[in-house]
């Protein structure tokens, strides 16, 4: 019976499979290779590939590992913004748990973030850089839920993220109506560079019910924002 993907646990080595066939293909030949000098060639190729599968690990290391990374290159600073940009709070949009309303952050499709400033939330249009240096598309999301557990894991390769979360197919998300954004604590996921967008809900319930069933397995934040405004740099 197939066991249940779980990314906490250590992978079966895929490599080992692929070298035990090639090894039964390299032996088979060697045995009715009939020329000497071919012989020895297929021989020494079959030590070569011996070698090989006696170096490789049973298990490669779990998806999912132990402790929060650091995770700076993906804020725009404060101090970054022009004098026409709104008074950003001391706080980050997953700095503290619970729900959340009339405070905003843009947000990049790239993955990037700005701190919390209060409401109203202004459009990034007219807020220009450093948002819109980056993209091709900029928000300004308003945080309206944080789950409960603080990140404790991380990802230790971004390849395995859509396999762990289970997200909507990018062509069958929402685009139009009141749209929410279910992103991940950027400490955790791999290199801490960005914070994914991982699904995009119409339904504000089942948006925080997602952040909560993915914060619980995973032991990562997750984080709820509804959609203001957005806007294309290109």
């Not at 404060?78 to 700095?95: I, K, T, W, Y």
């Amino acid at each position: 019976m197939r066991q249940k993907y779980d990314p906490r646990n250590p992978k079966p080595n895929p490599e080992i499979a692929e070298l035990l066939r090639t090894i039964d293909k390299n032996w088979n030949e060697t045995k009715t290779e009939k020329e000497f000098t071919a012989r020895r060639g297929r021989v020494r190729v079959l030590i070569a590939l011996l070698e090989m599968l006696d170096e490789e690990p049973e298990y490669l290391p779990a998806d999912i590992e132990p402790a929060a990374v650091q995770a700076e290159m993906c804020w725009f600073p404060p101090q970054a913004f022009s004098d026409g940009a709104p008074r950003f709070l001391d706080e980050r949009p997953f700095d503290i748990p619970g729900t959340d309303r009339n405070r905003f952050f843009f947000y990049t499709s790239n993955g990037m973030l700005s701190w919390l400033y209060p409401g109203p939330g202004l459009d990034p249009y007219y807020v220009g850089d450093p948002v819109c240096t980056h993209g091709p598309w900029v928000y300004t999301l308003e945080k309206r839920y944080a789950s409960p557990a603080e990140t404790t894991m991380h990802f230790s390769s971004l390849d395995a993220v859509t396999r762990a979360t289970s997200p909507s197919a990018p062509d069958q998300r929402p685009t139009e109506g009141i749209r929410y954004f279910l992103l991940g604590d950027p400490s955790g996921f791999a290199g801490g560079h960005s914070a994914p967008l991982i699904d995009v809900f119409l339904d504000l319930e089942a948006a925080m019910a997602k952040a909560d069933k993915l914060s619980r397995a995973l032991d990562i934040r997750f984080l709820v924002a509804a959609v203001h405004y957005s806007f294309c740099t290109r």
